[in-house]
C-alpha cells in the first residue's frame, strides 16, 4: 500500500514558477508508475503528467507540455512537478497518484489506486 501526501502549492502571479513535492510511504514507490492530476472547480479531475518507476519515461498533457516537468527521487520516495511559465487556467487543486505495482505511465484517472489529498495552486493574472 503507498500513502502520498502533497506540498508546495500556493498562489503566485502568471509568469511565475511553482514546484510540487509528494512524498510516499510504502514499499512499492520504487515500483510504481507515478502521476500527477489537477481539478479546477466545476471541472473534472484531468490528466497532467506521469513519469515510470525508473523514471526514464514520461508523458504528459498537451497543457502543459514545454512548461511542465514531472520528476522522482527513488531514494527519497518523493514524486516533484516543476511549473514553470504559470497561467491562470492552470489554477487547480493538484493531487499525486500512484498505480499499483505497474512501472508503465498512463494518463488515465481509472489506472490510480492511491490518491494524495491535494493541493491548492492559484494562478493570478
Known amino acids: 500500500q503507498v500513502q502520498l501526501v502533497e506540498s508546495g502549492g500556493g498562489l503566485v502571479q502568471a509568469g511565475d514558477s511553482l514546484r510540487l513535492s509528494c512524498a510516499a510511504s510504502?514499499?512499492?514507490?520504487?515500483?510504481?508508475?507515478m502521476g500527477w492530476f489537477r481539478q479546477a472547480p466545476g471541472k473534472e479531475r484531468e490528466f497532467v503528467g506521469s513519469?515510470?518507476?525508473?523514471?526514464?519515461?514520461?508523458l504528459y498533457a498537451d497543457s502543459v507540455k514545454g512548461r511542465f516537468t514531472i520528476s522522482r527521487d527513488n531514494a527519497k520516495n518523493t514524486l516533484y512537478l516543476q511549473m514553470n511559465s504559470l497561467k491562470p487556467e492552470d489554477t487547480a487543486v493538484y493531487y499525486c497518484?500512484?498505480?499499483?505495482?505497474?512501472?508503465?505511465?498512463?494518463?488515465?484517472?481509472?489506472?490510480?489506486?492511491?490518491w494524495g489529498q491535494g493541493t491548492q495552486v492559484t494562478v493570478s493574472s
Open positions: 513519469i515510470s518507476w525508473s523514471g526514464a519515461n514520461t
Open positions: 497518484a500512484a498505480r499499483a505495482e505497474s512501472p508503465v505511465t498512463s494518463s488515465s484517472r481509472t489506472q490510480y489506486g492511491y
Open positions: 510504502g514499499r512499492t514507490f520504487g515500483r510504481s508508475a
